[in-house]
C-alpha cells in the first residue's frame, strides 16, 4: 500500500526546500515539544508499515524497527545499491519509474518476511545476538548501537535467520513467495479482470472505444476505493494502518527538523503527498487515457493489453505523481491532483501510539546513521580511485 510512501522513491534527484506551511503537515514551526524548528533537507526518506513495525529507505541504505514480543525493538538496517547506479539507461524518464517500483516491492517483501519473523520470536527467550540495536521496551532508558552490517551480518537470509530463536525462520521466502503469488493472482482478478468482465457484458451500451475504457477506469477505480474501505474496517489491520501512520508523522518531523524526533512527530498529520496509496490511485487515473488507445478488442485481449501496459502506465504516473508533484506540492495544479490521495489516506491510516511512534523513529534513525556509513564509504572509494 504505500511502496512510494513517503517519496524514499526519489532518491536520483536532490530535492532541497524549506518545510513551509503545508496544509496536510501540521505546522511546522510549533509541532512537538521542543518549540520552533525548521529545517532545509536535501534527500527524501520513504517507507511502509510491516508486521508491528516500519521499514524505511534512504539513499544509501534501507532498514526497519520492529516491536518485539518481549517489549523491544529489533533495529536492522542494511546497504542499499539502486539498479540506476549500476545501469544508466534505468535513469531514463518513464524507464526510472518502473525501476523504482520494483525496487520498492522487492525491498518492501523482504521487509515484511523479517518482521514476521520478529514477531513470532518466543516472548520469553534472549534476544538473538547481532540483529541490530536492541531498544528497551517504551519507557525506559533507550541506547545507540550499531546496524547490523557493523555486526557481521551482511546478508538479508543471515538476518531473516538471525531474529529466530531457532535458527531457522519460521516465516521463510517459500511461505512468502505463495503469499506474494496469491496476493498478485487476486489483484490481476479483482482490478484487471473484473472491471473488463463488467464493461465488456454491456458492451453494446458503450460503443465507443473511449466512452468503453472511460467506464472501464471508473469501475476500477469504484472497485478500489471499496476495496480500501472494507480492509479498512478489519481489526487486524488497525494497527498495521497505526504504523502506516507513524511512518509519515516521523517523515513529517524529519521534514520540518532534520531528526527523527518521535515526540515531535506527535504533532504532525498522518497524512503524506508522497504516500504510495495516493500514487496508486493516479496510476488508475493515467490508466484511463493509455487505455482509450487500445480500442474494444476481445476479453483475452483486453486482459493481454492492461498486463503489458501496466510498465508504461506506472512510469507515467511515476513522472507525473513523483518527480514533478514531488518538486512542486504546494503549487495550485499539484494541491488539486494530490488532494484524492491525501483523502483516501483518511482510510489507510490511524493516529498511532507513542510506542508505534518510537518504532517508526528507530527505523529511520537506523537508516540515517547507515546512510552516513555507505557516504562515508563512497567518498573514501571516489577519493582512492
Not at 538471525?162 to 487476486?186: C, N, Q, R, S, Y
Not at 478489519?234 to 524526533?261: N, T, W
Request: hydrophobic share 50%; aromatic share 8%.
Amino acid at each position: 500500500m504505500a511502496a512510494y510512501a513517503a517519496g524514499g522513491e526519489d532518491q536520483a534527484v536532490r530535492i532541497e526546500r524549506a518545510v513551509v506551511d503545508a496544509p496536510v503537515v501540521g505546522d511546522p514551526g510549533t509541532a512537538g515539544e521542543d518549540g520552533p524548528c525548521r529545517y532545509t533537507w536535501e534527500h527524501t526518506f520513504g517507507g511502509q508499515a510491516v508486521i508491528e513495525g516500519v521499514m524505511m529507505r534512504g539513499k544509501h541504505s534501507w532498514g526497519l524497527a520492529v516491536r518485539r514480543p518481549s517489549g523491544g525493538v529489533a533495529r536492522i538496517a542494511y546497504p542499499l545499491e539502486s539498479l540506476g547506479s549500476r545501469h544508466r539507461w534505468m535513469k531514463l524518464p518513464v524507464v526510472r519509474g518502473v525501476i523504482s517500483l520494483y525496487e520498492s516491492l522487492t525491498l518492501g517483501i523482504k521487509a515484511l518476511g523479517i518482521s514476521a519473523n520478529i514477531g513470532l520470536e518466543d516472548p520469553d527467550a534472549d534476544p538473538p545476538a547481532d540483529t541490530g540495536t536492541e531498544l528497551p521496551a517504551q519507557g525506559a532508558a533507550t541506547a545507540d548501537g550499531a546496524a547490523v552490517a557493523a555486526g557481521g551480518l551482511g546478508t538479508d537470509e543471515a538476518a531473516t535467520k538471525a531474529v529466530v530463536a531457532d535458527g531457522e525462520p519460521a516465516f521463510g521466502w517459500k511461505e512468502l513467495a505463495v503469499t506474494v503469488i496469491v496476493a498478485v493472482a487476486f489483484a490481476v482478478g479483482l482490478f484487471v479482470a473484473a472491471p473488463l468482465a463488467i464493461v465488456k457484458y454491456f458492451e453494446d451500451v458503450f460503443s465507443n472505444p473511449f466512452l468503453f475504457n472511460l467506464v472501464e477506469g471508473i469501475i476500477r477505480i469504484v472497485i478500489f476505493i471499496l476495496y480500501i474501505v472494507v480492509i479498512s474496517l478489519l481489526p487486524d489491520l488497525r494497527r498495521v494502518f497505526q504504523y502506516h501512520g507513524a511512518e509519515h508523522k516521523v517523515i513529517h518531523a524529519y521534514e520540518s527538523c532534520g531528526r527523527p524526533d518521535a515526540g515531535r512527530a506527535a504533532g504532525f498529520s498522518t497524512r503524506h503527498p508522497r504516500c504510495g496509496t495516493g500514487f496508486l490511485l493516479l496510476v488508475m487515473v493515467i490508466a484511463v487515457f493509455v487505455f482509450a488507445i487500445v480500442g474494444k478488442p476481445s476479453l483475452p485481449w483486453l486482459v493481454l493489453s492492461r498486463l503489458l501496459g501496466i510498465p508504461l502506465i506506472i512510469g507515467i504516473s511515476y513522472e507525473i505523481g513523483i518527480k514533478w508533484l514531488g518538486k512542486h506540492p504546494d503549487g495550485f495544479f499539484a494541491r488539486i491532483l494530490l488532494w484524492p490521495g491525501l483523502q483516501l489516506q483518511r482510510l489507510t491510516t490511524r493516529e498511532p501510539s507513542p510506542d508505534q511512534l518510537e518504532v517508526a523513529a528507530a527505523a529511520l534513525e537506523e537508516v540515517m546513521r547507515m546512510d552516513e556509513v555507505e557516504q562515508f564509504a563512497v567518498t573514501e572509494l571516489a577519493v582512492e580511485t
